[in-house]
């Protein structure tokens, strides 16, 4: 596509629900990154895909976080038993083979809302 | 351990004004050092970004300065407008390929008509 696509857009959960975001990359993008962005709290780094190399997990905040990335793709990030604290705006992004030159392309976003 | 400090929080700029944004960063293996702007409801989107083997770059109404002694870089935005008004992130990433970016916590810039 011509932008990374995320989905939702908006998700409203109830506390200890399961939730899964997704994001489409640009076609051909090989890297892909989740950040969550809270408010005053910038952007922190959550997990990388490169290629078939094996993830970038340092990110994660717990064991409750997870994600995957199917076919060098679609990449859908999971957070179990949600918290209140979970709430926040999830940003996915992806980059071409030469993303310091060009960059990461963000998606517009999930905002999650757990009550 | 916040790695890159950004400053100010936010900024109100009167039209025609300069904007200006400072970033710090702790880890003297970066080396690449881009800005991003983001609207709400969007985003970010790169919108300059610098090496240290110059002390600046320009790009239109947007400069970065860079002082590699002192580990400081800045955004100066000249001419502000209010299409201008968002929130400006400096980042940091260290070596080639695909390296992740460290964010600062952003600024929010509001330009007054």
């Known amino acids: 596509g011509a932008g990374v696509s995320q989905s939702p857009s908006n998700k409203v959960t109830e506390k200890g629900k399961d939730v899964e975001l997704r994001c489409d990359p640009i076609s051909g993008h090989t890297a892909l990154y989740w950040y969550r962005q809270s408010l005053g709290q910038g952007l922190e780094f959550l997990i990388y895909?490169?290629?078939?190399?094996?993830?970038?997990k340092s990110g994660l905040p717990s064991d409750r976080f997870s994600a995957e990335r199917t076919g060098g793709s679609v990449s859908t990030l999971t957070i179990q038993r949600t918290q209140q604290e979970d709430s926040a705006v999830y940003l996915c992004?992806?980059?071409?083979?030469?993303?310091?030159?060009?960059?990461?392309?963000f998606g517009s976003g999930t905002r999650l809302t757990v009550v | 351990q916040q790695q890159v400090k950004q400053s100010p929080q936010s900024l109100i700029v009167q039209k025609g004004g300069i904007s200006i944004i400072n970033c710090a960063y702790e880890?003297?293996?970066?080396?690449?050092f881009p800005w991003y702007q983001q609207f709400p409801g969007k985003g970010p989107a790169l919108l300059i970004a610098i090496r240290p083997d110059v002390s600046e770059k320009k790009e239109g109404r947007f400069t970065i300065s860079f002082n590699k002694s002192a580990k400081q870089f800045s955004l100066h935005i000249m001419d502000s407008q209010p299409g201008d008004s968002a929130t400006y992130f400096c980042?940091?990433?260290?070596?080639?390929?695909?390296?992740?970016?460290?964010f600062g916590k952003g600024t929010m810039l509001l330009v007054s008509p």
């Open positions: 895909f490169q290629g078939n190399s094996a993830p970038d």
């Open positions: 992004a992806s980059s071409s083979r030469d993303g310091r030159n060009y960059g990461y392309t």
């Open positions: 880890n003297t293996a970066f080396d690449y």
């Open positions: 980042a940091a990433s260290k070596h080639s390929g695909y390296s992740t970016l460290t």
